[in-house]
C-alpha cells in the first residue's frame, strides 16, 4: 500500500527566512512524487512535480529515495506563500496504476 | 472553458436524506475522481473513473455511489447522509491515467445534521 506523510500540521515562518515543508513516502515501486497547494479562496493547483526538477515560485523539492522524502524547500519565505501544501504520491505500476494518495497537508502561514 | 465545475457550493443535510453532489468538465478528460478533505486527514479518495462507463472505488467509498455515463459529468451520490459525511468535496479530473496535471474544482461544503 502507498502512504505519504507530512508530519507537520502547521508550519509558521517569519518572512524572508527559510521554509522547508516535510513529505515522506512509502511505496515498494518508483514513485512519481508531486507537491499541490491551495492558497485562500482558490482551487488545489499543482505545484510541482519531482520528474520535471523544476522551481516554481521559488520553491524546489528534491526526491530522496534513500530517505523515501520530498521535502519542499524555498529560501526566503514570502507572504503570499501562506497556504495548504499537500504532498502527492502517484502510483507508477500494478493493479492501482495512477491513484493518487495525497497526505495530511500541512498549513503554512508566514508572518510580516 | 470553465474547468472542472461542481455544485452546489454549500449544502445542509439532516441525517438520512439523500443528495447528488454534480461534477462537470469540458476538457475532454478521461480520468475524473471525489476526494474529500477532512482536517488531519488530508484528501481522501472516495471513488473514481477513467473513461465512461467505468468506475472503481478508492480508500473510503462506503456510503456513496458514482456513476459516469458521460466523459464530462460525474456525480457523487449520498444515498443516506450521516454526520460522518460531514466535509468538503473535491472533485477532480486529469486527462488520462498519467496525466500529470489534475485539476479541481472549487469544493462543496457539505454539513449532515
Known amino acids: 500500500a502507498q502512504r505519504v506523510t507530512q508530519p507537520e500540521k502547521l508550519l509558521s515562518v517569519f518572512k524572508g527566512a527559510p521554509v522547508e515543508l516535510k513529505c515522506n513516502y512509502s511505496?515498494?515501486?518508483?514513485?512519481?512524487l508531486f507537491w499541490y497547494v491551495q492558497y485562500s479562496r482558490q482551487r488545489l493547483q499543482l505545484l510541482l512535480r519531482?520528474?520535471s526538477r523544476e522551481s516554481i515560485k521559488g520553491f524546489t523539492a528534491d526526491l530522496n529515495k534513500g530517505e523515501t522524502s520530498f521535502h519542499l524547500k524555498k529560501p526566503f519565505a514570502q507572504e503570499e506563500d501562506s497556504a495548504m501544501y499537500y504532498c502527492?504520491?502517484?502510483?507508477?505500476?500494478?493493479?492501482?496504476?495512477?491513484?493518487?494518495?495525497f497526505g495530511q497537508g500541512t498549513i503554512l502561514t508566514v508572518h510580516p | 472553458n470553465a474547468g472542472v465545475t461542481q455544485t452546489p457550493k454549500f449544502q445542509v443535510l439532516k441525517t438520512g436524506q439523500s443528495m447528488t453532489l454534480q461534477c462537470a468538465q469540458d476538457m475532454n478528460h478521461e480520468y475524473m475522481s471525489w476526494y474529500r478533505q477532512d482536517p488531519g486527514m488530508g484528501l481522501r479518495l472516495i471513488h473514481y473513473?477513467?473513461?465512461?462507463?467505468?468506475?472503481d472505488q478508492g480508500e473510503v467509498p462506503n456510503g456513496y455511489n458514482v456513476s459516469r455515463s458521460t466523459t464530462e459529468d460525474f456525480p457523487l451520490r449520498l444515498l443516506s447522509a450521516a454526520p460522518s459525511q460531514t466535509s468538503v468535496y473535491f472533485c477532480?479530473?486529469?486527462?488520462?491515467?498519467?496525466?500529470?496535471?489534475?485539476?479541481f474544482g472549487e469544493g462543496s461544503w457539505l454539513t449532515v445534521v
Open positions: 477532480a479530473s486529469r486527462i488520462g491515467v498519467s496525466g500529470n496535471t489534475i485539476y
Open positions: 511505496y515498494s515501486g518508483s514513485p512519481e
Open positions: 519531482h520528474i
Open positions: 473513473s477513467v473513461g465512461a462507463g467505468i468506475t
Open positions: 502527492a504520491l502517484r502510483s507508477s505500476g500494478g493493479t492501482s496504476y495512477g491513484k493518487l494518495t
